[in-house]
């Protein structure tokens, strides 16, 4: 585990006691990612250690998620070939085609 | 039988549900995200069960007994609601696209309501600041709900900063992500906070519980050392590619930055409220009237300027979850064509008085664009600086919103303003010495994001 940025909490370490849960995999720009279902697509991609994977169009700066209630538009990835879906909106499905370049 | 509709399933949405159903109505319930609660009770997905979620929760067992409530009401969760179609006599015909948040398919459904509660909630408003586009910024919403929903913690050594008590519970969760949360600043001082809590305390009686809540999240503070610092906040965020330190500086009566105090700070994720705007778009559309600071206008019985729309929560002023469930059962009685009761009423005074605090203790101050430099972005979009907004603004002379918006581009994102519109209004303003059309910003046609696809096919159906 890295010492910085994002990750999902280790089951062991978590106050809720979480119970079984089903493991999908993304892929993401072609690289498999691991998640849990019912997790967002930001959910998966924060869980697995990113903090960005947008470039904004003006001044090429990387963005992820700001608000993460889908109101900002920040962490826009483009989605079985759909452009333009809110990663911390949309659930991820076992599957699924994650693309961070536009 | 009346049919209400209502718009938001948070404890507002969700307390009128249930009392409207208890008045003899047919209920419907929509809400844009995958499972009801809100964002108050944002929670694990049912894929994922969780022995002891509480933990992470205030009133927990109030949701699920909401929940358990709603036999025979109709839940639609995945809607966009997207356009609100106004008529001067009756409620608006609400268009829904139901389906994957953002997909291309999605069913379309249209409502025509005898009664409407519109139960939207607010969102954050985070003020700008030099880095605040970095990765590794969070609104402290974000972290709340990437923290309830997921189970991530947005980083490892975590500062927390902004104005008002969501920042406490914030900290909470992040503590319970195994996140280590470095500090918590308040940029209010303690001779306003102290003023607003102290006056008149027998008003807060009827609230007192909260003092409780208040105790859980102190101690949690101190049981992990965790300073709160007052009169300070964030003024800059510095890194490359993401976060690696922030400047925190003391802050004036007005959140000026304190010359000479500021202090750099090395962590990995920054979480920032400065407070809350209501989510109205729907209600402006529907030509609600507004008040001050963008709140739907609403009577003792929640009802709008608009015959058969009601408001609740959030959206009225704004005012917590306690606040939201008394309003929301005031309203979903009187949609429903029943008479509120003189308790429902008195429980909804009671929880005005204690928000009424929180807006003096903590609401936003002007001195805050004293830590906004030229290059400092303001609309995150479309990449507008301050500097830019100013010159382009002094440039052409003109004091009008609209026009500015369209010279600059700021607000005109895909964002549609949510973000910087107050604080594009708020710069714009000193700027020109006053705007002729302020308030703009909060106007928006379209409620939601539409795919081309989707509103072609619709055009298809109707021919």
Same mark, same amino acid.
């Given at each position: ?25 993304? %892929? ?7 998640? %849990? ?7 998966? %991609?924060?869980?697995? =250690? ?16 700001? $608000? =993460? ?5 920040? $962490?826009?990835?483009?989605?079985? =070939? %759909?452009?333009?879906?809110?990663? $911390? ?14 | ?35 009801? @609660? @809100? ?84 969102? #954050? ?15 402290? @919403? ?70 409780? #809540? ?99 929560? #959030? ?63 303001? +609309? ?34 895909? +964002? ?9 209004? #708020? ?37």
């Amino acid at each position: 585990m890295t010492t910085t940025g994002p990750a999902r909490i280790g089951p062991a370490d978590d106050p809720v006691q979480p119970g079984d849960a089903a493991e999908i995999v993304v %892929l993401v720009d072609d690289v498999p990612v691991a998640g %849990l279902a019912g997790q967002t697509i930001a959910g998966v %991609l924060m869980g697995a =250690g990113r903090q960005s994977w947008r470039t904004t169009a003006r001044q090429g700066r990387p963005r992820g998620v700001f $608000c =993460g209630i889908g109101v900002c538009f920040d $962490c826009l990835v483009t989605v079985n =070939g %759909l452009r333009d879906v809110r990663a $911390c909106q949309r659930r991820a499905a076992d599957g699924d085609e994650v693309s961070t370049h536009d | 039988m009346t049919e209400v509709l209502i718009i938001g399933a948070g404890p507002a949405g969700l307390a009128a549900a249930t009392a409207a159903r208890r008045s003899g109505a047919r209920v419907v319930v929509l809400d844009a995200a995958e499972d009801v @609660g @809100g964002q108050y009770w944002r929670h694990l997905p049912a894929q994922r069960p969780a022995a002891r979620e509480q933990v992470l929760h205030h009133g927990w067992s109030r949701f699920t007994a909401l929940r358990r409530e709603l036999t025979g009401v109709e839940i639609v969760t995945g809607a966009q609601v997207w356009l609100a179609e106004r008529h001067d006599d009756r409620p608006p015909t609400v268009h829904v696209l139901v389906g994957p948040a953002d997909g291309r398919d999605r069913e379309q459904r249209t409502f025509e309501p005898d009664a409407l509660v519109l139960a939207t909630g607010a969102y #954050e408003r985070t003020l700008p600041f030099p880095g605040w586009d970095l990765p590794g910024v969070f609104t402290a @919403g974000a972290a709340q709900a990437l923290a309830k929903a997921e189970r991530v913690a947005v980083g490892r050594r975590v500062l927390v900063a902004g104005a008002g008590p969501f920042l406490l519970p914030v900290a909470s969760s992040l503590i319970r992500t195994g996140a280590r949360v470095v500090r918590v600043l308040e940029a209010g001082g303690w001779g306003r906070l102290g003023r607003a809590w102290t006056a008149r305390p027998t008003e807060l009686l009827g609230a007192s519980h909260k003092a409780g #809540e208040l105790a859980g999240y102190v101690r949690d503070l101190a049981r992990h050392r965790i300073p709160y610092r007052v009169a300070t906040g964030v003024i800059a965020v510095h890194g490359r590619d993401r976060v690696e330190e922030v400047t925190v500086a003391r802050l004036d009566a007005q959140w000026a930055p304190v010359p000479g105090t500021s202090q750099r700070v090395a962590v990995d994720a920054v979480c920032v409220s400065h407070g809350f705007l209501p989510r109205a778009e729907l209600a402006v559309a529907a030509g609600c009237v507004t008040g001050p600071e963008g709140a739907v206008a609403v009577d003792g019985d929640c009802r709008t300027s608009v015959p058969g729309v009601f408001a609740a929560g #959030e959206i009225t002023g704004i005012g917590g979850a306690d606040l939201a469930l008394a309003e929301g059962t005031l309203a979903g009685t009187a949609a429903a064509g029943a008479a509120p009761t003189q308790a429902q009423r008195r429980a909804v005074l009671t929880h005005q008085r204690f928000a009424a605090r929180l807006s003096d203790g903590h609401g936003i101050r002007p001195g805050w664009t004293g830590w906004v430099a030229d290059d400092t972005l303001i +609309c995150r979009c479309e990449e507008v600086t301050a500097g830019e907004l100013r010159d382009i603004a002094t440039a052409t002379g003109s004091r009008g919103l609209r026009s500015l918006k369209l010279s600059t581009r700021a607000g005109l994102g895909v +964002c549609q303003g949510r973000v910087c519109g107050r604080s594009v209004e #708020e710069l714009l303003d000193r700027t020109t010495g006053g705007l002729l059309d302020p308030g703009r910003t909060a106007a928006r046609p379209l409620a939601g994001l539409v795919r081309l696809g989707e509103l072609a096919r619709m055009q298809g159906d109707t021919e």
